[in-house]
Nanobody
């Protein structure tokens, strides 16, 4: 089993910054993609940013130039630096990882429990 634990959410004023962290633990043979999704009240969950193991990062258009995703493979951790935050960034942010737990197993999607980000004055 694989666990994803997020931290770093909170309340911030418009224009402010937050940094989210997500660490993966448990049975991990290989982590393919790590990333962040978010879900605002009454809306569908959407991709914010993703960091494939062997490819380039990608971002939702709404966060390009403001958010930066990074990854520490030695720590099985992904980060999301969020700058110039706007009220419309308010949502629950979920960490996601596509993981192969063992050498002989297929890969599965795993999700964190979510962390609330609120942007308000």
């Amino acid at each position: 089993q694989v666990q994803l634990v997020e931290s770093g959410g909170g309340l911030v004023q418009p224009g402010g910054s937050l940094r989210l962290s997500c660490g993966a633990s448990g049975s991990i043979f290989r982590i393919h993609t790590m990333g962040w999704h978010r879900q605002a009240p009454g809306k569908q969950r959407e991709l914010v940013a993703a960091f494939p193991s062997g490819g380039s990062t990608n971002y939702a258009d709404s966060v390009k130039g403001r958010f930066t995703i990074s990854r520490d493979n030695a720590k099985n951790t992904v980060y999301l630096q969020m700058n110039s935050l706007k009220p419309e960034d308010t949502a629950v942010y979920y960490c996601h990882a596509y993981v192969r737990p063992t050498f002989t197993s297929p890969s599965y999607n795993y999700w964190g429990q979510g962390t609330q980000v609120t942007v308000s004055s």
